[in-house]
């Protein structure tokens, strides 16, 4: 009776300490988030420091990717560091790179245990982090929350495993899958609710991308619009093999302000470019897409985007961009955002000629969560 009372409170203990474990994961989870979209061309990741039950330090790491979640814990722990455990999103780094490694750092500070979420499949990294904290004598638990993390950081395992940025594609349809009215006139879809549930998005995006027909049928901003949330922008990118974006347009007038990146053809004339890039643009020079498709390259683009550090690419339109995404296999997450109300035949189609059951009944694709705002729905499907 005795070692049945004593097998009982060790099974306890131990379930106490795993629901410890997973609550402080799932904080450090949460701090990570709020990087998402500042931090390329590095992760979002997100650190919690604890001794004794008590959090003594938190960390995320910080616009432009620099300090790491690590070092930003340990410097608000300070010497309450030393025997205390790590809870981290992502392996510590233990290369050199523009700061020292942050495995390095955990040893020093004298961290007791390192729970970390995943495996960073970066070359540099790629468990020699975890290999030297255990060397160093510190415990060290992988795997906690691993689904959730490789969803947090699935624009750093894209770019390093496919050289490409994560693709989430955003559509905001009608009951009858329109996403315009006739003549490609703007018109407002979805409700209040449902488009700043967009914005946020926007805000955790590295960079927006839309095709010229876009730009020239609604001249939009492509900003992040929530209150207090304009440095959040992502970066602007349009695809525009011919370079036909208006002077005057919005995206053009407020390139200094909001990063604007244009991608253009390599056959682009030089003298258009040289007036974008004079008005505060970025001009990107990629092949054009095989005969006979009109467009650009769709894998040559993204890999110019990787180039450049993005690692979250959301693509909001128009139909045939997000149409030329889905037929290319390019769309790693899909946004659904569905209105009650009807537009009627003429209305832009969803998807241009491609039915939206591409995404809905996709053999890629399948349905990760549903939600409601307000009269709307969204839907989100992720690559299986």
Same mark, same amino acid.
């Given at each position: 009776?005795?070692?049945?009372?004593?097998?009982?409170?060790?099974?306890?203990?131990?379930?106490?300490?795993?629901? !410890?474990?997973?609550?402080?994961?799932?904080?450090?989870?949460?701090?990570?988030?709020?990087?998402?979209?500042?931090?390329?061309?590095?992760?979002?990741?997100?650190?919690?420091?604890?001794?004794?039950?008590?959090?003594?330090?938190?960390?995320?790491?910080?616009?432009?990717?620099?300090?790491?979640?690590?070092?930003?814990?340990?410097?608000?722990?300070?010497?309450?560091?030393?025997?205390?455990?790590?809870?981290?999103?992502?392996?510590?780094?233990?290369?050199?790179?523009?700061?020292?490694?942050?495995?390095?750092?955990?040893?020093?500070?004298?961290?007791?245990?390192?729970?970390?979420?995943?495996?960073?499949? $970066?070359?540099?990294?790629?468990?020699?982090?975890?290999?030297?904290?255990?060397?160093?004598?510190?415990?060290?638990?992988?795997?906690?929350?691993?689904?959730?993390?490789?969803?947090?950081?699935?624009?750093?395992?894209?770019?390093?495993?496919?050289?490409?940025?994560?693709?989430?594609?955003?559509?905001?349809?009608?009951?009858?899958?329109?996403?315009?009215?006739?003549?490609?006139?703007?018109? !407002?879809?979805?409700?209040?609710?449902?488009?700043?549930?967009?914005?946020?998005?926007? !805000?955790?995006?590295?960079?927006?991308?839309?095709?010229?027909?876009?730009?020239?049928?609604?001249?939009?901003?492509?900003?992040?619009?929530?209150?207090?949330?304009?440095?959040?922008?992502?970066?602007?990118?349009?695809?525009?093999?011919?370079?036909?974006?208006?002077?005057?347009?919005?995206?053009?007038?407020?390139?200094?302000?909001?990063?604007?990146?244009?991608?253009?053809?390599?056959?682009?004339?030089?003298?258009?470019?040289?007036?974008?890039?004079?008005?505060?643009?970025?001009?990107?020079?990629?092949?054009?897409? !095989?005969?006979?498709?009109?467009?650009?390259?769709?894998?040559?683009?993204?890999?110019?985007?990787?180039?450049?550090?993005?690692?979250?690419?959301?693509?909001?339109?128009?139909?045939?961009?997000?149409?030329?995404?889905?037929?290319?296999?390019?769309?790693?997450?899909?946004?659904?955002?569905?209105?009650?109300?009807?537009?009627?035949?003429?209305?832009?189609?969803?998807?241009?000629?491609?039915?939206?059951?591409?995404?809905?009944?996709?053999?890629?694709?399948?349905?990760?969560?549903?939600?409601?705002?307000?009269?709307?729905?969204? $839907?989100?499907?992720?690559?299986?």
């Amino acid at each position: 009776m005795i070692f049945r009372i004593l097998e009982d409170q060790v099974r306890e203990k131990y379930r106490e300490s795993q629901d !410890a474990d997973r609550r402080f994961m799932q904080l450090a989870l949460t701090l990570g988030r709020r990087g998402l979209g500042r931090t390329w061309p590095n992760p979002a990741v997100g650190a919690v420091l604890v001794k004794d039950g008590v959090i003594v330090g938190r960390g995320w790491t910080q616009a432009g990717g620099r300090p790491h979640a690590e070092p930003e814990a340990l410097r608000r722990a300070g010497e309450a560091a030393c025997g205390a455990t790590l809870y981290v999103t992502l392996e510590p780094c233990s290369h050199f790179g523009r700061s020292p490694p942050c495995a390095d750092a955990i040893i020093a500070a004298g961290v007791a245990r390192v729970v970390s979420a995943i495996e960073d499949p $970066n070359p540099e990294v790629a468990g020699q982090g975890h290999a030297r904290l255990r060397a160093a004598g510190i415990a060290v638990d992988v795997g906690l929350c691993a689904k959730e993390a490789a969803c947090d950081h699935a624009g750093h395992f894209r770019r390093i495993r496919d050289k490409r940025p994560h693709v989430v594609l955003k559509l905001a349809v009608s009951a009858d899958d329109k996403i315009g009215a006739a003549g490609g006139k703007p018109l !407002a879809i979805t409700g209040e609710a449902a488009r700043a549930r967009v914005h946020l998005l926007r !805000a955790q995006c590295d960079a927006i991308l839309v095709g010229i027909g876009t730009v020239l049928s609604d001249d939009p901003l492509l900003t992040c619009r929530l209150p207090g949330m304009a440095a959040r922008s992502p970066v602007r990118v349009v695809l525009d093999r011919s370079l036909r974006i208006p002077a005057g347009s919005k995206l053009v007038h407020s390139a200094r302000e909001t990063p604007l990146w244009l991608v253009a053809s390599d056959l682009a004339v030089a003298p258009a470019a040289a007036r974008l890039e004079a008005a505060g643009a970025h001009v990107i020079r990629v092949p054009a897409a !095989a005969a006979p498709s009109p467009g650009l390259d769709l894998a040559a683009v993204l890999r110019a985007l990787s180039d450049k550090g993005i690692t979250r690419l959301l693509v909001e339109g128009g139909s045939r961009v997000a149409s030329a995404f889905v037929a290319a296999d390019l769309v790693d997450e899909a946004w659904l955002l569905r209105s009650p109300d009807t537009v009627g035949a003429d209305g832009v189609a969803a998807l241009d000629a491609t039915p939206l059951s591409a995404i809905t009944q996709s053999p890629h694709l399948k349905l990760r969560a549903s939600e409601t705002l307000s009269r709307d729905t969204l $839907n989100v499907y992720e690559r299986v």
